[in-house]
């Protein structure tokens, strides 16, 4: 599903090249459930950025669906983009705006989703996630967990192949983190969806069936369950 | 997509209450502003648009022998009309209008004054497309004897009666018999011509027919479509040559203006009567930019506030960006927030147009009203222009605001609002140069104007009641003022033919000194009676005044300082007491007895020119001046009225202090002042209200290094030197930029002044020091307030 080849990203600093990513080259299968590891600094995040192309390698080949991601234009890697993939991130990242309701429908209006069938997508969404009771809440009146359930329900309404999240419970308590990992693992093997997760904590890493360890930009180990 | 837009907009504007209120607030000023003008400019291009194209007017441009320059007047000749006509294949019709003022006339015993008839030719009606109510109005103006009257008139005269087929009178001399036979709509207000009542020219003014010579009346005519003017005018000469005497034909040139230009380019046309307010393009024009730039200052503030504010919206972007919008869904979103928030402002604007029309049509004088119902065009504009004027607001912050990194926005590593501060800075300076250049602008024009009014025209103006008189009661006038001087609450009584401030004509007058040849020179002829320098306390620097007892032989010419040098300009060494004694070629009898001390006969927008003053009561008079005695006025009034009755019981009295005379005479510099000056007000205010909304931004942006500061030991003085510090710097450097373009731009309105205030640095540096105390007072709330927080309380939340 995904591939990447010999993809690294830099920074010029002074006269030095400062490496962020290093010649990394990785491939996912659909239908795996990938934890990425590694201390601060280590490239987690920038590499989960290049995989959702919110960020450009400066180096390398990145295939995605059998497309040549390096080579499209920007308009096109968005459609690409907004039909495969889902985000979710730490800091949940909802609109503070838009209303628990609204903020799971908004992908949908950027991908054209007609108004009844929206209604029912986001009504089944809340169903599933058990929030219906809260559809008319702002994210302010919510707690983490609840504000990270939101975000996740948000990333997921447009029925994507490939989940990414960055940190997903480096905001909540043991508790809430443990309920959206059961989350993510039922997703992955009831729902079939393809997950990438970056995450410092060894336990929920475990989830996953893939862990791969980051260190200075590389790939430091890789062990599969 | 709309609809989750409007909301995220919506929730938006509710969030950020101050800088929404400052947006909407300024906008609706800007837009009300706009909008006035708009109807304004809109009502002066509607003057006379509803009689068709090709309609001009014949001017003259007369040059008589000696005038130091050539007047242009709006009058013509009796027979130009037909002899156009008939020679030149161009003209299709033509109308003359001659018109009575104060026109008596008499319903059994009902009698009344028209303040204005025309006697006009028959095509008069086909020319202008006046509406006819009821009745025959074409034969009205073809047969003699019978007559057409406005609406208002018939009430006037008729009440409720039917007037067609009634007989009215009118006496002037001697009575003239008409039959009504139509009833006509008043005149539009945006109509050059208003008149009560139409009858026909050649049935009453047959006598004047042939009279080459004679600038009595306007001439209309009705060109055949595609006419080059131009080409037009030049047969003009020939056509004079073919019909003046030989030696007439230099003192005269001909041409035309389009019906719209005789109302709003013929500022420099004398004599120009029939002309209901004549209101000059170039002034109209003024408004108009004024106004575009008070709204585009009004944008300024939004375009800064929103980039300003950027921050805030960044997170947006970048979630928006991370769930799949696409960099135009957003500018999309974001434009559609201004626009949102223009329409708002279009609403406010509307009421603000709606409480102000009142008054601008009080300062204006005219019927200016907002047809948002009743032209549903103006509504179809108005909207699309706001539109527009959100877009053009919106399209930067959209592109900046659209163009975020989501990694970086979603990091917190974008320097959102401040890096984009110097273009912020440039637009500010923009806003502060043209609001200080405006009020620079106010200030002189206010100075100039305060200038007219105190300046000593060389001739006292208090105390005197000026009233009008015509042909007959004119008659009675040595009669009126011997009565009214028996009263100790008169200080004297004096007459003349012409107003002082209305302006003055000129005309040709011959003139030998001792054994040189004639010299032809052009002069302003003032007829008055002989106490009329002892009245208006104008200086005699040389010989004597009119004597008091005409002598027999003889008539007296008293002329202005100009008028000597000119007519010793061959003689600069001869003494101006040389002049005394002499005579006039056209008057081998009367003699020039005394100089005047130069004073401003005509207003203060031109120079003193020759000027002749004779007192021939004879010639007629057609202005009484009477000087009451202060203090009394009331009782004073009364006294004249009561005389004026006692001796002309059929006319009406009428009076005007001079004063006000002259209030009208600077009336147009006055509305164009106002108008300036409250433009500039408003431009200065949204400046600020702009200024406001980046104070209390900053002030909030740097709440953190303020508390650090304040631990480290900075003072409330301190603190508030450095956040208002940086607008002021701004504020300087508007006014640096100001003051050459004020500078340029106010040199050229004083020209158009023969008599004016001087450009002098003072007024600049009083326009900085104001500018800079109304930044400061604008500012200092947020920085004051920002200064005296408990820093602990910032600290503490990070």
């Given at each position: ?225 | ?556 010419y008293i002329i202005n300082e100009s008028m000597a040098h000119e007519l010793l300009r061959d003689h600069p060494k001869a003494g101006i007491s040389t002049l005394i004694g002499q005579h006039f070629g056209f008057d081998s009898l009367g003699v020039i007895t005394g100089i005047a001390k130069n004073f401003n006969f005509n207003s203060l927008h031109y120079k003193v020119e020759n000027l002749l003053i004779a007192n021939q009561s004879d010639w007629g008079l057609t202005i009484a001046s009477i000087k009451i005695k202060p203090g009394q006025s009331q009782e004073a009034l009364d006294f004249i009225k009561a005389t004026w009755k006692s001796l002309n019981p059929d006319y009406p009295f009428e009076y005007q202090f001079l004063d006000d005379h002259f209030a009208e005479v600077y009336r147009t510099d006055n509305q164009v002042s106002k108008i300036v000056g409250i433009l500039a007000g408003l431009a200065i205010l949204i400046s600020c209200l702009g200024l406001f909304g980046l104070a209390s931004f900053s002030a909030e942006k740097r709440v953190k290094e303020i508390g650090v500061r304040k631990v480290l030991g900075a003072s409330v003085q301190n603190i508030v030197l450095l956040l208002s510090g940086h607008f002021i710097k701004l504020v300087l450097i ?65």
């Open positions: 599903m995904l591939s990447l080849q010999h993809i690294s990203k830099h920074y010029q600093v002074g006269g030095n090249k400062n490496f962020v990513i290093n010649d990394i080259s990785l491939d996912v299968d659909e239908g795996e459930f990938v934890s990425i590891m590694g201390p601060s600094g280590s490239g987690k995040s920038t590499l989960l950025n290049i995989i959702g192309m919110l960020d450009e390698p400066t180096d390398g080949y990145h295939y995605f669906v059998n497309e040549a991601v390096h080579q499209l234009k920007e308009r096109q890697r968005s459609a690409l983009y907004k039909q495969y993939i889902g985000f979710v991130f730490q800091a949940y990242h909802l609109i503070d705006e838009l209303t628990v309701y609204e903020n799971i429908e908004t992908p949908l209006i950027y991908q054209d989703v007609k108004g009844s069938e929206r209604k029912a997508m986001v009504a089944d969404m809340l169903d599933r996630f058990q929030i219906v009771g809260k559809k008319d809440l702002f994210p302010a009146q919510l707690s983490g967990g609840q504000q990270q359930l939101v975000g996740i329900a948000r990333a997921l309404i447009a029925k994507p192949k490939l989940l990414l999240a960055d940190e997903p419970t480096g905001n909540l308590n043991s508790k809430q983190g443990e309920e959206i990992m059961e989350l993510f693992r039922k997703l992955n093997k009831e729902d079939g969806v393809t997950i990438i997760q970056v995450t410092h904590s060894e336990k929920n890493a475990e989830y996953g069936t893939r862990i791969i360890n980051l260190l200075d930009g590389r790939v430091e180990s890789s062990k599969k369950f | 997509m709309i609809k989750n837009y409007f909301k995220t907009a919506w929730r938006n504007l509710w969030k950020n209450k101050v800088s929404s209120t400052i947006n909407i607030v300024g906008l609706a000023i800007g837009m009300a502003a706009c909008i006035v003008i708009l109807l304004f400019v809109s009502y002066e291009r509607s003057f006379d648009n509803f009689h068709g194209e090709n309609i001009v007017r014949l001017n003259e441009v007369q040059k008589f022998p000696g005038m130091a320059a050539s007047q242009k007047v709006g009058l013509s000749m009796f027979p130009m009309a037909p002899a156009l006509k008939s020679e030149y294949p161009e003209v299709k019709s033509y109308t003359r209008v001659k018109w009575d003022r104060k026109y008596q006339m008499t319903y059994g015993e009902k009698k009344v004054f028209l303040s204005q008839v025309f006697a006009v030719d028959s095509a008069f009606l086909k020319i202008f497309k006046f509406n006819v109510i009821k009745g025959d109005a074409q034969s009205a103006i073809e047969k003699p004897n019978s007559i057409a009257i406005t609406q208002e008139t018939a009430e006037k005269l008729f009440g409720n009666e039917d007037p067609i087929g009634k007989v009215i009178n009118h006496y002037g001399g001697d009575t003239v018999q008409f039959t009504v036979t139509a009833i006509m709509a008043n005149s539009p207000k945006n109509s050059q011509l208003q008149f009560d009542a139409l009858y026909s020219l050649p049935g009453i003014h047959q006598k004047w027919m042939d009279n080459w010579g004679g600038n009595w009346l306007n001439t209309y005519l009705k060109l055949a479509p595609g006419t080059d003017l131009k080409a037009f005018e030049a047969k003009m000469p020939a056509f004079l040559k073919k019909h003046l005497k030989p030696e007439q034909t230099a003192f005269y040139q001909l041409f035309y203006l389009p019906l719209k230009d005789v109302h709003a380019n013929s500022t420099e046309i004398g004599l120009d009567y029939l002309n209901y307010q004549k209101f000059d393009q170039k002034s109209t024009n003024l408004f108009a930019i004024i106004a575009f730039i008070v709204l585009i200052i009004a944008c300024v503030n939004f375009m800064n506030l929103s980039t300003a504010r950027s921050a805030d919206r960044a997170k947006e972007v970048g979630i928006r960006k991370s769930i799949g919008a696409n960099r135009p869904q957003l500018a999309f979103q974001f434009l559609g927030e201004t626009v949102l928030l223009s329409l708002l402002a279009l609403i406010l604007a509307l009421v603000l147009v709606t409480v102000a029309l009142p008054y601008v049509n009080n300062l204006s004088l005219r019927d200016i009203s907002l047809p948002v119902f009743t032209k549903p065009l103006f509504l179809v504009v108005i909207v699309l222009s706001t539109i527009l004027v959100g877009f053009i607001s919106g399209i930067y912050p959209a592109l900046f605001l659209s163009s975020f990194q989501p990694v970086k926005v979603l990091k917190g590593s974008v320097e959102t609002g401040k890096n984009k501060g110097t273009l912020r800075n440039i637009l500010v300076v923009g806003q502060f140069t043209s609001a200080v250049f405006l009020m620079i602008a106010t200030v002189f024009v206010v100075e100039q104007l305060n200038f007219m009014q105190k300046k000593d025209p060389g001739f006292t103006r208090e105390q005197v009641v000026t009233v009008p008189m015509d042909r007959i009661s004119g008659k009675k006038y040595e009669l009126f003022k011997q009565r009214l001087l028996g009263n100790t609450l008169i200080a004297g009584v004096t007459a003349s033919q012409d107003q002082l401030g209305s302006h003055l004509d000129q005309s040709g007058a011959t003139f030998q000194y001792k054994n040189d040849p004639k010299r032809e020179l052009g002069v302003t002829q003032l007829i008055v009676d002989n106490d009329y320098l002892r009245l208006y306390n104008i200086k005699i620097i040389e010989g004597k005044d009119f004597s008091k007892d005409k002598s027999g032989n003889g008539r007296e508007s006014n640096l930029i100001a003051w050459p373009l004020a500078w340029y731009a106010m040199d050229l309105w004083l020209q158009d002044f023969a008599f004016h205030i001087n450009i002098t640095w003072g007024t600049f540096v009083f326009v900085a020091l104001i500018s800079v105390i109304i930044a400061l007072a604008t500012i200092s709330f947020q920085s004051i307030k920002a200064a005296i927080a408990n820093p602990v309380k910032s600290l503490r939340s990070e």
